[in-house]
């Protein structure tokens, strides 16, 4: 293991640092990172950081769908041609685009921005449940979330649909139990992904032709 006696200049340390954080990277791959950058011109290196600084700095989160978006709503919640009365509940981002790059389904999405988890002190006033049972609500009533609905032609009728897509272990089966009683007094059918999918699996593994099956062949949800 490299420790700061290893290392030739205190930048580079830092840089190691650095890139170290990152999950899934160990501090031999940080360091040929780091002296990969090195060998890199100048102007290439400060467009790889000056994008990081603008993803951290200039993204935003969709004020209807918490989707990552450039503007304040997102490409999928402004698009006329989606379903907005199908929302379906995920658990990140990276999840929208697992789905989306099946091709197999066409209505918006959710983000709650993770699952309820105790024991990592994850509870449901920690993600974005609350503001799905307030869209949900509005949805019935026929309007939007954010009084748009007639701009994103999702008014009108229609039966509402929400599908849960989380994981299928326990803490993603409790996160749907819970949010299937929050919208229980609500008109609308709950579905949950079609058993393509293993116990356990997260959609980010899953292959597309799998996770596309299962969108398709969703199946009411059972608590």
Request: aromatic share 6%; proline share 4%.
């Amino acid at each position: 293991m490299y420790n700061k006696e290893n290392y030739p200049s205190r930048l580079l340390e830092e840089a190691v640092d650095a890139i170290n954080s990152l999950p899934g990277v160990g501090r031999r791959t940080a360091l040929r990172l780091a002296l990969h950058l090195l060998r890199q011109p100048s102007e290439n290196v400060h467009h790889f950081t000056s994008a990081i600084d603008s993803l951290r700095d200039n993204v935003r989160y969709c004020r209807v769908c918490r989707m990552i978006s450039d503007d304040d709503v997102c490409p999928i919640c402004s698009d006329r041609r989606r379903d907005h009365r199908t929302v379906c509940v995920v658990e990140t981002v990276r999840d929208v685009m697992s789905i989306e790059n099946t091709g197999q389904y066409h209505g918006v999405y959710h983000v709650l921005g993770g699952i309820i988890s105790p024991i990592n002190g994850v509870g449901p006033s920690d993600l974005a449940i609350k503001e799905l049972v307030s869209r949900v609500a509005d949805l019935c009533r026929g309007t939007g979330s954010d009084g748009a609905a007639e701009d994103r032609g999702i008014a009108g009728g229609g039966d509402v649909e929400v599908i849960m897509a989380l994981r299928g272990d326990v803490e993603g089966e409790t996160t749907s139990f819970y949010i299937y009683r929050q919208l229980s007094a609500y008109p609308v059918k709950v579905s949950s992904l079609a058993r393509g999918l293993g116990f356990g699996d997260d959609l980010e593994y899953a292959d597309e032709l799998t996770l596309g099956r299962s969108i398709v062949n969703r199946q009411p949800f059972k608590p």
